[in-house]
């Protein structure tokens, strides 16, 4: 499961709820004060950061990977696989 982040940096405060309740240490604020993704590859869209966040500076949608299905020649059976990322 991967994520995409909508952030609002006009009404993050910077108060840091959405870093402390992230449990993979994604999120961070940067030298304006403001949410940052740093750690992108370790977010597990849990969408904590956006449940608590009491401004709404911080969307998250989760982004579920797209099945198709290939012919196996090993096995000659038709499988069902996630697309491959580009
Ligand atoms: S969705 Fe969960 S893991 Fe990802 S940044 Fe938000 S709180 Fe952290
Ligand atoms: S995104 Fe929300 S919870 Fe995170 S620092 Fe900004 S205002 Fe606070």
């Known amino acids: 499961m ?9 009404r993050c405060k910077g108060c840091g709820i959405c870093v402390a ?6 999120l961070t604020l940067d030298t304006l004060g403001k949410v940052y993704v740093a750690n992108h590859d370790k977010c597990i869209a849990c969408g904590q950061c956006e ?3 009491p401004d709404y500076a911080i969307f998250m949608d989760k982004v579920v990977p797209k099945k198709v299905q290939r012919f196996d020649e090993t096995t ?6 996630e697309e491959a990322e580009k």
């Open 76 to 81: 000659g059976l038709s499988i069902t696989v």
């Open 21 to 26: 309740f992230c449990p993979r240490q994604v």
């Open 51 to 53: 449940l608590r966040c």
């Open 2 to 10: 991967k994520s995409e982040f909508t952030l609002k940096p006009e």
